[in-house]
């Protein structure tokens, strides 16, 4: 019997309230103030990458800064560089090609299906069929876990989470959720230069005080901080009700003093505490397994999602896979872990400013790589 919430004109329905949600959280002056303080990020950054090579580094406004050294010059805006040209970029944004490329490679890839919201068909069979939760998101074009809700086994949650995802692309992706911790790792012309274990963003129980407000006292404690405990703030949407969900919890609960909380599975949205360096702990056969991987879509400049039980095996035996390869990688969790801050705009900037003494010493790993001597 078709579910009720598959109907069109449901779906139509659930997908102006979602739009309309997304356009009120996009408008909120405490998030577009965080937003700002991000932009601040960045052109810190920037500065501080050129100077650490010699190079001078002038806004072009709009956070577009123009960094040049010894006649050679390229123009950055937040974490989008010259590294890789718009074919490559558009390649990486497109998850089903990358998915098709990596299956081909023989890479662990978590199994999925596409559809449309006009066309839930094939995704009810591929939910039916799948023994465990699923992921929903949108197909390419965003970034920062927008659009993705986890934890989806009922028809009813494929629907919200369908009319959710169809806000920021209309082919949407429907796959297999594989467990275990989620790691990204950092390649850089081939090579790795950072990784770190991506925890889930949580709360602490104070056995008064609802999710729902130590939620919101997390958010006002981010806002407070600029950009200092996250580069966003939480937003309550599906994800975060199915992953409490899993924990017998709502929003309304009141978790026990002490009690340890998890708000979402899709991690983009934790603090730079729940995130370490993780190249000590991943094993050879991982880092390789995520090289094929970058050389397969022959990008220079490369974050690497994956997620394991165990990282001290392949992805293929511990039943891993590859989530996601990410063409403009984020800048902020490598400069936010509990354990210090990795420079990758310096790497990143020598790496495309090929006059530097490092880079016409042979790449950065010959300037010094970071993983051995130290730095964090």
Avoid at 340 to 356: E, H, I, M, N, Q
Wanted: charged letters at 25%; hydrophobic letters at 40%; a positive charge.
């Amino acid at each position: 019997m078709k579910h009720l919430l598959t109907h069109p004109l449901a779906l139509k329905a659930m997908h102006c309230v979602a739009m309309a949600r997304a356009y009120l959280r996009y408008r909120n002056p405490r998030r577009r103030g965080v937003g700002k303080k991000h932009g601040a990020f960045h052109e810190r950054t920037w500065k501080e990458a050129a100077a650490e090579i010699g190079a001078t580094c002038t806004s072009l406004g709009s956070n577009i800064f123009e960094i040049s050294l010894d006649g050679e010059r390229t123009r950055v805006v937040e974490n989008v560089s010259a590294i890789d040209d718009p074919p490559t970029l558009a390649l990486l944004h497109d998850k089903p090609i990358i998915s098709r490329i990596l299956d081909a490679e023989g890479l662990p890839v978590p199994r999925h299906a596409t559809f449309t919201l006009s066309d839930l068909s094939p995704t009810i069979e591929f939910l039916r069929a799948n023994d465990g939760d699923c992921v929903v998101k949108p197909a390419g074009g965003t970034g920062g876990g927008r659009g993705v809700t986890t934890g989806i086994r009922k028809v009813s949650h494929l629907a919200r989470a369908a009319a959710h995802a169809a806000i920021y692309a209309d082919q949407l992706m429907i796959e297999q959720q594989i467990e275990g911790d989620n790691y990204r790792l950092l390649y850089l012309d081939g090579e790795l230069i950072d990784s770190f274990i991506r925890r889930q963003p949580t709360v602490v129980g104070d056995g008064r005080s609802t999710v729902r407000a130590l939620v919101k006292r997390l958010n006002e404690e981010r806002a407070k901080s600029g950009v200092g405990l996250s580069q966003v703030l939480l937003t309550i949407d599906l994800d975060m009700k199915r992953t409490l969900a899993r924990q017998n919890l709502k929003l309304g609960s009141i978790p026990a003093d002490g009690m340890s909380v998890r708000l979402k599975t899709v991690i983009n949205e934790n603090g730079g505490a729940d995130n370490a360096t993780a190249t000590q702990i991943l094993c050879d056969d991982i880092v390789e397994e995520c090289a094929r991987a970058v050389r397969a879509v022959r990008a220079r400049f490369v974050g690497v999602d994956i997620v394991t039980r165990d990282p001290r095996v392949s992805l293929v035996e511990a039943g891993g896979a590859i989530l996601e390869l990410n063409g403009t990688p984020n800048l902020y969790y490598h400069y936010h872990k509990q354990d210090g801050a990795f420079p990758v705009a310096t790497y990143l900037l020598r790496a495309l400013l090929k006059t530097s003494t490092e880079a016409e010493a042979g790449g950065w790993e010959r300037a010094g790589n970071p993983l051995e001597s130290g730095i964090n």
